[in-house]
């Protein structure tokens, strides 16, 4: 069974701090914020329970975690591609997780590193459950992190989109990819970015 680390190549608030967001200026100004369904969450039953249970965590840092069509779709094709390739990696297909995002439309803020960069994924094969694989997160630092909002940086991420694919002669059978994001508001042009491949404001 295999995950990659969603945080792996993530800068660290000491590398890049975010600005301050207004929460209720930001709700209002975000429209995926009245998307409230847990069909937006992810394209199948398994996805949408793993949302569930991100979301529902007596963990989780965020106050809220709205769902995103738009990830639910990236996180679907990304779970596809990576059973069609028998391969659980962040950069299956040629594209990293910041880069396939915006290549759909989904605006990352520009200090977000380019080609290769992740700051949104996490990826994992071989668990056959929601509940397993939501473990197996929890179990490794980075991914935990990311996904239950525990540093500054991710806390502002307030989009979710899960997907899962099963094919079982792949080698991993069950293939789950989570985004967790937020798009790029105005306050974003005056954050100075260290981090490789950022895109200009």
Known sequence: ???????????????TEPPQLNSSESANKDPAAKLNTIADCGLNEAAQQLALLIIQDPLQQRARLSCHPLLAQAAAEKAKVMAQKGIV???????????????????????????????????????????????????STAHRSHLLGELPF???????????????????VEYWT?????????????????DIGCIPP
Not at 154 to 172: E, N
Not at 179 to 190: F, K, L, P, T
Request: with cysteine; charged share 15%.
């Open 1 to 15: 069974m295999l995950f990659s680390a969603s945080a792996f190549a993530a800068p660290t608030p000491a590398d």
């Open 89 to 139: 990696n962040h950069y299956v297909g040629g594209l990293g997780a910041n880069q396939r995002l915006r290549m759909l439309g989904y605006q990352l803020p520009p200090f977000y590193s380019g080609a290769i960069g992740n700051q949104v994924e996490a990826v994992a094969g071989g668990f056959s459950t929601a509940e397993d694989v939501w473990e197996a997160f929890k179990s």
């Open 154 to 172: 991710y806390q502002q991420q307030l989009h979710i989109g899960v997907g899962f694919h099963y094919k079982w002669s792949s080698p991993h």
């Open 178 to 194: 989570v985004y967790i994001a937020r798009e790029a508001v105005a306050e974003d042009a005056n954050v100075t970015c260290y």
